[in-house]
Nanobody, 123 residues
Framework: QVQLVESGGGSVQAGGSLRLSCVAS????????MGWFRQAPGKEREGIAF????????SYADSVKGRFTIAQDNGKNAPYLQMNSLKPEDTAMYYC????????????????WGQGTQVTVSS
């Protein structure tokens, strides 16, 4: 079992920045990939950034590429998400997730989820 807890959400004006943190505990040794997802009201959950345990490689959704950065926070066994140049369309609940699976892209690929942290961007 793996437990994930997110923090760092809040309200910010467009153009501002936020940094989301995630803390992982439990059996984290065999995690293959971790990622950040978001879900806005009435929309599907969207994977926006992923980091792979084997080599630290990262990938991003086009919607956040160039604005968001995912990186491992070793002290927390989980990645943080640095969000810059925020837009109102970034408003959503943000989730940290982890998986033992080889596939690492869709929500159904992930085994463990945090409770989420809300990000609200005003224009």
């Amino acid at each position: 079992q793996v437990q994930l807890v997110e923090s760092g959400g809040g309200s910010v004006q467009a153009g501002g920045s936020l940094r989301l943190s995630c803390v992982a505990s439990g059996y984290t040794y065999s995690i293959h990939c971790m990622g950040w997802f978001r879900q806005a009201p009435g929309k599907e959950r969207e994977g926006i950034a992923f980091i792979y345990s084997s080599d630290g490689s990262v990938s991003y959704a086009d919607s956040v590429k160039g604005r968001f950065t995912i990186a491992q926070d070793n002290g927390k066994n989980a990645p943080y998400l640095q969000m810059n140049s925020l837009k109102p369309e970034d408003t959503a609940m943000y989730y940290c997730a982890a998986t033992y699976n080889v596939y690492c892209a869709r929500p159904r690929d992930f085994n463990y989820w945090g409770q989420g942290t809300q990000v609200t961007v005003s224009s």
